[in-house]
Protein backbone atom coordinates (compact mmCIF):
# COMPACT_ATOMS: atom_id res chain seq x y z
CA UNK A 1 0.00 0.00 0.00
CA UNK A 2 1.23 3.27 -0.68
CA UNK A 3 1.73 5.95 2.36
CA UNK A 4 2.43 9.19 2.08
CA UNK A 5 4.28 10.05 5.02
CA UNK A 6 7.18 12.53 6.85
CA UNK A 7 11.30 10.64 6.73
CA UNK A 8 13.81 12.42 8.65
CA UNK A 9 16.27 14.59 7.57
CA UNK A 10 19.05 16.84 9.09
CA UNK A 11 21.26 16.38 12.28
CA UNK A 12 20.43 16.22 15.56
CA UNK A 13 18.67 18.93 17.60
CA UNK A 14 17.93 20.36 14.11
CA UNK A 15 15.42 17.55 12.46
CA UNK A 16 13.58 18.32 9.36
CA UNK A 17 11.66 16.43 7.49
CA UNK A 18 10.76 15.23 3.71
CA UNK A 19 7.57 14.77 2.97
CA UNK A 20 7.54 11.64 0.54
CA UNK A 21 5.73 8.79 -1.44
CA UNK A 22 6.52 5.24 -0.06
CA UNK A 23 5.41 1.70 0.41
CA UNK A 24 4.19 0.69 3.88
CA UNK A 25 5.95 -2.15 4.41
CA UNK A 26 9.04 -0.17 3.55
CA UNK A 27 11.56 1.02 6.67
CA UNK A 28 10.95 4.94 7.85
CA UNK A 29 13.34 6.40 5.20
CA UNK A 30 13.24 4.15 2.18
CA UNK A 31 10.90 5.87 -0.45
CA UNK A 32 9.98 6.40 -4.44
CA UNK A 33 9.32 10.04 -4.38
CA UNK A 34 10.34 13.39 -2.74
CA UNK A 35 7.29 15.60 -3.42
CA UNK A 36 7.84 18.83 -0.27
CA UNK A 37 9.68 19.13 3.23
CA UNK A 38 8.99 20.22 6.54
CA UNK A 39 10.43 22.14 8.69
CA UNK A 40 9.20 22.31 12.40
CA UNK A 41 11.72 24.80 13.37
CA UNK A 42 10.30 27.30 11.85
CA UNK A 43 7.04 25.70 11.39
CA UNK A 44 7.12 25.82 7.43
CA UNK A 45 5.39 23.24 5.08
CA UNK A 46 6.62 23.55 1.11
CA UNK A 47 5.29 21.12 -1.59
CA UNK A 48 6.95 21.16 -5.51
CA UNK A 49 4.52 22.21 -7.78
CA UNK A 50 5.06 18.43 -9.27
CA UNK A 51 4.81 16.80 -5.90
CA UNK A 52 0.99 18.26 -5.37
CA UNK A 53 0.12 16.47 -8.45
CA UNK A 54 1.65 13.69 -7.07
CA UNK A 55 -0.08 13.33 -4.09
CA UNK A 56 -2.94 14.29 -6.19
CA UNK A 57 -2.29 11.01 -8.34
CA UNK A 58 -1.56 8.84 -5.44
CA UNK A 59 -4.67 9.77 -3.30
CA UNK A 60 -6.85 9.10 -6.21
CA UNK A 61 -5.37 5.60 -6.74
CA UNK A 62 -6.07 4.59 -2.53
CA UNK A 63 -2.74 6.51 -1.12
CA UNK A 64 -3.41 6.59 3.11
CA UNK A 65 -1.89 10.05 4.37
CA UNK A 66 -0.16 9.28 7.99
CA UNK A 67 -1.94 11.95 10.77
CA UNK A 68 0.69 13.79 11.68
CA UNK A 69 0.51 14.62 7.33
CA UNK A 70 -2.83 15.06 7.53
CA UNK A 71 -3.02 17.31 10.22
CA UNK A 72 0.11 20.21 8.73
CA UNK A 73 -1.29 20.14 5.14
CA UNK A 74 -5.26 20.70 5.90
CA UNK A 75 -4.20 23.47 8.59
CA UNK A 76 -3.37 27.26 8.03
CA UNK A 77 0.42 27.18 7.33
CA UNK A 78 -0.86 25.02 4.26
CA UNK A 79 -0.27 26.84 1.27
CA UNK A 80 -2.03 24.18 -0.69
CA UNK A 81 -5.58 24.48 -0.92
CA UNK A 82 -5.60 21.10 -3.33
CA UNK A 83 -5.90 19.06 0.18
CA UNK A 84 -8.47 20.70 1.14
CA UNK A 85 -10.62 20.07 -1.66
CA UNK A 86 -9.98 16.39 -2.02
CA UNK A 87 -10.38 16.27 1.55
CA UNK A 88 -13.74 18.05 1.68
CA UNK A 89 -14.64 15.54 -1.17
CA UNK A 90 -13.97 12.45 0.55
CA UNK A 91 -15.76 13.59 3.60
CA UNK A 92 -18.95 13.47 1.94
CA UNK A 93 -18.21 9.95 0.68
CA UNK A 94 -18.21 8.89 3.97
CA UNK A 95 -21.24 10.93 5.01
CA UNK A 96 -22.90 9.44 2.24
CA UNK A 97 -21.85 5.93 3.44
CA UNK A 98 -22.74 6.32 6.73
CA UNK A 99 -26.23 7.70 5.43
CA UNK A 100 -27.24 4.64 3.72
CA UNK A 101 -25.98 2.27 6.63
CA UNK A 102 -28.29 3.93 8.80
CA UNK A 103 -31.20 3.97 6.35
CA UNK A 104 -30.34 -0.02 6.37
CA UNK A 105 -30.16 -0.02 9.48
CA UNK A 106 -33.31 1.25 10.17
CA UNK A 107 -35.50 -0.85 7.59
CA UNK A 108 -34.09 -3.76 9.41
CA UNK A 109 -35.48 -2.79 12.68
CA UNK A 110 -38.53 -1.75 11.13
CA UNK A 111 -39.36 -4.95 9.24
Known amino acids: MLKIRLSQEGRRNRRTHAIVLSDSRKR ?3 YKQKVGSYDPLKDLL ?8 EILEALEKGAQVTEKL ?6 DRSSS ?5 WLRK ?10 REKAKRLEREEG
Open 46 to 53: LLNEEGEK
Open 70 to 75: HSLLIS
Open 81 to 85: PFYSE
Open 90 to 99: REEKILSRKL
Open 28 to 30: RDS
